[in-house]
């Protein structure tokens, strides 16, 4: 038994996490999760606030995924956006969005 060692909560989540994101099938098209946000207001202007090399990648994304779809094929394995490298780009911006917003609703809602 002294070879037993126990699993860790964030390892099981990690991988948990990675085989969620292979299935969700986004990655398959070259997409990056924050491709994929439903546009809300929020997210509407955080991507306008986006730099423009950053905002040209994410158009470059999109267009390429719809392009597949439409020809129903998707990216080479080797080119598919793997989960390690998937980062947030737009989670900052998104945050400070959605802070303006709930402090202007405080403000508003005080004044």
Not at 37 to 47: P, S
Not at 81 to 86: F, G, H, I, R, S
Request: aromatic share 12%; charged share 35%.
């Amino acid at each position: 038994m002294s070879g037993y060692v126990a699993r860790k909560g964030p390892l099981v989540f990690s991988n948990m996490g990675k085989w969620a994101y292979n299935l969700s099938g986004f990655n398959q098209y070259g997409l990056h999760r924050d491709d994929c946000l439903f546009e809300t207001e929020d997210v509407k202007e955080a991507v306008r606030r986006l730099p423009r090399k950053t905002y040209d990648e994410r158009n470059y994304r999109i267009m390429r995924a719809l392009h597949l779809s439409m020809t129903k094929t998707i990216l080479p394995k080797e080119q598919w956006t793997k989960y390690e490298e998937d980062e947030k780009y737009l989670e900052p911006y998104l945050n400070e969005v959605v802070r303006e917003r709930e402090e202007r609703e405080e403000w508003v809602k005080n004044h």
